[in-house]
């Protein structure tokens, strides 16, 4: 597990301010939950954390409990894309989807050309996603376009909107 540092994260929630209080948020590739976490304590309605680890599933479970949050969150022990498929079926659309997999893992773009085509964000929906800084995204995966990104050492963050 590589968690997104407390730097990046400061910055990802500076970034999103407000707009992150009454959202539905979700970590996508969730890894311990730490972002989604802090999206709740920042006043997030409900957070979805996504993750296929068996283990880090559990560690999810066990920080939502010990922070007494688990009635704000959901927790999908999937993998991703598999887990945004039954996210779609379900219809309300999120405000801001965080997507963190790990850099090596190659399953940027399938994800994103997915979350292109069948989008199931908000109007003014975000969706920002981490990535090794050596590695660009794209500039636009169907309808989602990239608008903003940044670096902090090695890792960077590509922030995206549909249009």
């Known amino acids: 597990m590589r968690p ?3 730097r990046l994260r400061e910055t990802l929630f500076n970034i999103l301010g407000t707009r992150v ?8 590739c969730a ?10 304590s920042r006043g997030a309605r409900h957070a ?3 993750e296929q680890s068996r283990r880090a599933c559990a560690v999810i ?5 010990q922070l007494g949050i688990t009635n704000r969150a959901s927790l999908i022990c999937r993998e991703a894309l598999a887990a945004l498929k039954q996210l ?12 963190d997999p790990p850099y090596a893992s190659g399953i940027y773009s399938t994800v994103l050309s997915y979350l292109g085509e069948s989008l199931n964000l908000a109007d003014d929906g975000l969706i920002v996603v981490e990535h090794r800084a050596k ?11 990239l608008f903003r990104q940044l670096q902090q050492g090695e890792s960077a963050l590509a ?5």
Request: proline share 4%.
């Open 4 to 6: 997104t540092s407390d």
């Open 21 to 28: 209080r009454d959202s539905r948020f979700v970590d996508l």
């Open 31 to 40: 890894g311990s939950g730490a972002v989604g976490i802090e999206a709740l």
């Open 48 to 50: 979805v954390f996504i």
């Open 61 to 65: 479970e066990a920080n939502l409990g």
């Open 88 to 99: 779609a079926s379900e219809g309300e659309p999120f405000d801001h989807i965080f997507f």
């Open 135 to 145: 590695s660009p995204l794209d500039s636009d995966y169907g309808r989602l376009k």
């Open 159 to 163: 922030f995206y909107r549909a249009v």
